[in-house]
């Protein structure tokens, strides 16, 4: 949907523990310790907001939108830093 994924071995991803770990190294990508932080508290809080999800499946799409989400939003950075 939005390109390639933002680090190698988002294929990999397969549990939320690992998406966690993804995650935060996408954040070591971004421009600034305060968007950083920003990212970092929002993962951290959606993680608790999905603790009780159950359903494989569901899990699944959640990690593959996640992904998404993070090259998504890390595009949008390199772009401002482009201009």
Known sequence: ???MPPLPDAELVRTP???YR???RCC???P???IQQHYKH???Q???I???EDDPERIQQIIKRAIEDADWILSKYKNMEQK
């Open 1 to 3: 949907m939005y390109g």
């Open 50 to 52: 999905h603790a009780d």
């Open 22 to 24: 993804y995650l935060f």
């Open 46 to 48: 959606n993680f608790k």
């Open 42 to 44: 929002a993962i951290r």
């Open 17 to 19: 523990l690992q998406l």
């Open 32 to 34: 600034t310790a305060i």
């Open 28 to 30: 070591r990508l971004l």
